[in-house]
């Protein structure tokens, strides 16, 4: 078993309950190779953790920028939480040295990696949240996600591709554009998307990506190119 004292030291964070911490690195494809582990996989946790950074980034958001319309948070926030983000901060910490996968997934890299560890990230958020409460959650990401708004406005990374596609097309042909999931491959723990993007009935690009977000933002993305909307 890894040695999961060395991450409690690294994230500043002591677990009373221990469990809590293996359990939001549990891949699912851990268990099918170990049956008789005493945890579940993380994916409830991710599902928790989740919804407790949203109400926790939306809250910091609204207390610290109150000049701010709801529309200019909601793109802040959207790339605060976004998969990317979570996790180059997954990475920084070194999570990939902890996740209990199966001997075939820890192969893998790029994009399914890369979605593991973001989702892994939710998950501790839903441990930290069960173990030791909410405003434990709060100094969490306090010291680890929100530094990060800076360079978020700084960049101008929170004006997405499905944004500034929405914002030219309804400035050039007066058309909200509409998303819809056209293909769905692989297991539920490893899904992949295919999102075509439409104005009115014409399908003006498609995009994949490991969740619909991604695949909605990359569709998007491509529109942009097509429409030379640069």
């Known amino acids: 078993m890894k040695d999961f004292s060395i991450l409690e030291q690294k994230i500043g964070t002591d677990f009373k309950n221990k469990d809590l911490l293996i359990q939001a690195f549990v891949h699912r494809s851990y268990l099918n190779e170990n049956p008789d582990f005493k945890l579940d996989h993380n994916e409830r946790l991710e599902f928790l953790g989740d919804a407790v950074m949203e109400l926790i980034v939306t809250e910091h958001l609204y207390k610290e920028y109150p000049d701010k319309t709801e529309g200019e948070l909601t793109n802040w926030r959207a790339a605060l939480v976004n998969a990317k983000m979570l996790t180059k901060i997954a990475e920084e910490l070194e999570f990939s040295d902890f996740l209990l996968l199966s001997k075939g997934e820890s192969k893998e890299t790029g ?51 499905k944004s500034k596609f929405q914002e030219a097309s309804q400035d050039k042909e007066g058309v909200t554009p509409c998303y819809k999931v056209t293909k769905e491959t692989g297991p539920d723990h490893n899904k992949n998307f295919t999102v075509g993007v439409y ?23 491509k529109a942009l190119e097509n429409k030379n909307w640069k």
Do not use: W
């Open 199 to 221: 104005l009115k009935d014409n399908l003006v690009a498609e995009g994949e990506g490991s969740s619909k977000q991604e695949a909605e933002e990359e569709a998007a993305k």
């Open 111 to 161: 994009k399914s990696r890369a979605y593991i560890l973001a989702n892994t990230f939710e998950a501790l958020l839903g441990s930290i949240y069960l173990d030791a409460g909410y405003y434990a959650t709060d100094e969490f990401l306090t010291k680890y996600l929100l530094p990060k708004l800076a360079e978020v406005i700084k960049t101008g990374s929170y004006k997405d591709a």
